[in-house]
């Protein structure tokens, strides 16, 4: 059966037809894969069955993969794939809502953000696979940051061209009241500065805000608050957004240098859901 992508007809993103992740893809294959990635921004992969192993080497093919520290995070004790889930690894059951490192990612991936820009070097790519997804909820939902720069008034590009933000991964729990992570965690993966506006390849510019953002350079804290919610509502509005309903067997990869997502709300408490991501290293630092 031929590859053949099928871009979504109301929104951005494409469906891809025709690839079995299981096999090994052909050079041909995967380059109308990447140049899809590239076109699309959000793939959509359905009926997929792949082990960890499949899920790790097809991931490669796009360039180096981000570990993740924490044993309880990943797949089969693998530092590159990671568990999104509220189910606890160990005991099989639904963990604690209460549970403070489960409540931070929870409150973390619930608000619009872009994967691992608080690393001095954000990523390129990540890519979920749905293992469990509950009966109703637990959507993803992703929004063009490059479709939404683009369509900012010319005094408003010029008002932000320059800014700086910092991103950090503490945020969430301090604007939660959450308590912080020990010293030595926060210290490997200190605050970090990046633009505001990023170029991207093809010569257009991307919006790099989300919950990793702890405030922009040169303003005070409510200025800074007031200019972050205002970008962030602009480029949710519906006509920069695709929500993805997940099936059993969905493997979806986003381009984390043109999109935000948000992981919408399912009955925590009582509905299973887990998805394995592997996540791809970006080329570099923005600045
Ligand atoms: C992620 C993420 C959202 C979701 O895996 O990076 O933000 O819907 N997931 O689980
Ligand atoms: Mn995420």
Request: hydrophobic share 40%.
């Amino acid at each position: 059966m031929p590859v053949e992508i099928c871009p979504f007809k109301d929104t951005f993103g494409a469906e891809v037809q025709g690839l079995d992740l299981s096999r090994d893809i052909s050079d041909a294959d995967f380059k109308i894969w990447s140049d899809a990635f590239e076109t699309h921004a959000v793939l959509v992969f359905h009926d997929q069955r792949f082990t960890i192993d499949q899920h790790i080497a097809f991931s490669r093919r796009f360039g180096d993969l981000e570990d993740f520290p924490d044993p309880k995070d990943q797949v089969n004790g693998i530092p590159c794939v990671i568990r999104v889930s509220n189910i606890d690894k160990y005991t099989g059951d639904i963990k604690p809502v209460e549970d403070i490192g489960h409540k931070s990612f929870t409150l973390g991936t619930s608000a619009w953000h872009t994967d691992s820009t608080f690393r001095r070097v954000p990523s390129k790519a990540s890519l979920l696979y749905a293992v469990e997804v509950p009966p109703v909820g637990g959507d993803t939902l992703f929004a063009n940051m490059a479709m939404a720069y683009e369509a900012l008034s010319e005094d408003k590009k010029a008002q932000i061209e320059k800014l700086i933000a910092v991103h950090d991964f503490e945020v969430t729990r301090r604007r939660h009241s959450l308590p912080p992570r020990p010293k030595a965690v926060q210290e490997a993966v200190p605050p970090v500065r990046q633009p505001l506006v990023r170029p991207l390849e093809d010569g257009r510019k991307a919006l790099v805000i989300g919950s990793h953002v702890d405030h922009i350079e040169g303003m005070d804290a409510e200025e800074s608050q007031e200019l972050l919610d205002w970008l962030t509502d602009w480029a949710t509005q519906p006509r920069f957004v695709y929500r993805h309903e997940w099936e059993v067997g969905d493997l979806v990869m986003w381009d984390n240098r043109c999109t935000m997502h948000r992981a919408g709300s399912y009955d925590l408490a009582h509905h299973r859901r887990l998805l394995h991501r592997t996540t791809v290293a970006g080329d570099g630092p923005l600045i």
